[in-house]
């Protein structure tokens, strides 16, 4: 079964960084694709940054030159980091991980319908 926990969530002021850390764990397959999504009240669920099995990377727009994603394997499991720098009170969300049965397809994977597993998210609040 494929788990996803994430952490890391917290309050900062605008400038500020954060780290996300969600481990995954599963006794299913390796995955080879997985991201970090974010949503507000009442939106929809939007991709922040993508990484595959060979650490290519796709992010979007709206976090590029401020957040990298990275990953780290241990075992069975893995760790998927979220490195946040240069907050804005835009960024404030909850943030999730996620990971599917497929490979990533560069910015197509940016979307929620290319995964399967959540995490049940952490929030990140940023204030001006």
């Known amino acids: 079964q494929m788990k996803l926990v994430e952490s890391g969530g917290a309050s900062v002021q605008a400038g500020g960084s954060l780290r996300l850390s969600c481990i995954i764990s599963?006794?299913?397959?390796?995955?080879?694709?997985m991201g970090w999504f974010r949503q507000t009240l009442g939106d929809e669920r939007e991709g922040v940054a993508t990484?595959?099995?060979?650490?290519?990377?796709?992010?979007a727009d709206f976090v590029k030159g401020r957040f990298t994603i990275s990953r780290h394997d241990f075992g069975n499991d893995l760790e998927l980091i979220l490195q946040m720098s240069g907050l804005k009170p835009d960024d404030t969300a909850t943030y999730f991980c996620t990971t599917g049965p497929g490979f990533c397809a560069g910015a197509k994977s940016l979307s929620a319908h290319w995964y399967r597993w959540w995490g049940q998210g952490t929030q990140v609040t940023v204030s001006s």
């Open positions: 990484i595959d099995s060979g650490e290519s990377t796709a992010y």
């Open positions: 599963n006794n299913i397959y390796r995955p080879h694709c």
